[in-house]
C-alpha cells in the first residue's frame, strides 16, 4: 500500500504559496542507512547511540544548504533503530523544517522507505511502492514539488517535481523492471522532474 506522512512544524516555516526564487536549485541525496552511521547493522545499536548519530546527521544537511534533500532508507518509528521517527527527528533538528515521507517497508520490526526534506513546504506528494522484489524488502519513491521562479525572472514560477528514489539493491534485473515501473507511472508528469 502507499502511505504518505508529512513530518515536520512547518507552520513556522515557509508556507505552502512561497516561491523559491534562486538563481538555482540545490539538491542533495543520502541514503542514511536507518540512522546506523558506520556501524554494521542498526539493530547493534541503542535508541541512544541512534539519537546521537542524527544530530550529526542534521548539521551534514544544514550544511549542504539544498532546497530540497532526499532520503534514503529513512525510518518511521521501528523496533530495529531505536522506536522513534528519524524522519521528524531530522526535520526538526535541522533547517529543513518540512518533510514528506513514504514507507514502503513495513512489518513488526522495521517501517521504513524513502523521503524528501526541504526548508519549506513542499505541495502535491505522492508515494509509490513497487512491485513485491522478494526476498528483499519494498522498495520504492516519494515525490512533492516546490515552486520555482529562477531570479524572479519568470512571469509564473516553475512547478518543479523531486523524487527519492530506492531501487532493489540486490538484482539489476529487479532494479530495472523498478525503473520501468518509475517511468509508467511518471510518464504523464510534466514539467521539470528531479530524480535523486
Not at 33 to 50: F, T, V
Not at 82 to 99: I, K, M, N, Q
Not at 170 to 182: G, L, T, Y
Request: glycine share 8%; proline share 5%; charged share 20%.
Amino acid at each position: 500500500g502507499e502511505s504518505v506522512a508529512e513530518a515536520g512544524d512547518c507552520d513556522s516555516a515557509a508556507g505552502a504559496n512561497v516561491v523559491v526564487e534562486s538563481e538555482s536549485l540545490r539538491v542533495a541525496t543520502l541514503n542514511i542507512a536507518h540512522g546506523r552511521k558506520d556501524s554494521a547493522n542498526q539493530m547493534l545499536l541503542s535508541e541512544k547511540s541512534l539519537r546521537a548519530n542524527l544530530p550529526e546527521l542534521a548539521g551534514l544537511l544544514d550544511r549542504a544548504r539544498a532546497d530540497a534533500i532526499a532520503l534514503q532508507e529513512a525510518d518511521a518509528p521501528s523496533s530495529w533503530s531505536g522506536g522513534f521517527d528519524h524522519v521528524a527527528f531530522l526535520a526538526e533538528h535541522s533547517r529543513y523544517g518540512c518533510a514528506v515521507h513514504g514507507v514502503h517497508a513495513s512489518n513488526r520490526l522495521y517501517s521504513f522507505g524513502t523521503a524528501l526534506l526541504a526548508p519549506r513546504r513542499m505541495g502535491n506528494p505522492l508515494v509509490h511502492d513497487f512491485e513485491p522484489s522478494w526476498p528483499t524488502t519494498n522498495k520504492g519513491f516519494t515525490l512533492a514539488e516546490l515552486a520555482w521562479n529562477p531570479a524572479g525572472r519568470l512571469e509564473n514560477p516553475l512547478r518543479v517535481r523531486f523524487g527519492s528514489v530506492h531501487l532493489d539493491f540486490s538484482r539489476r534485473s529487479v532494479r530495472r523492471a523498478q525503473i520501468d515501473e518509475m517511468v509508467a507511472v511518471l510518464g504523464e508528469e510534466q514539467g521539470p522532474l528531479v530524480l535523486m
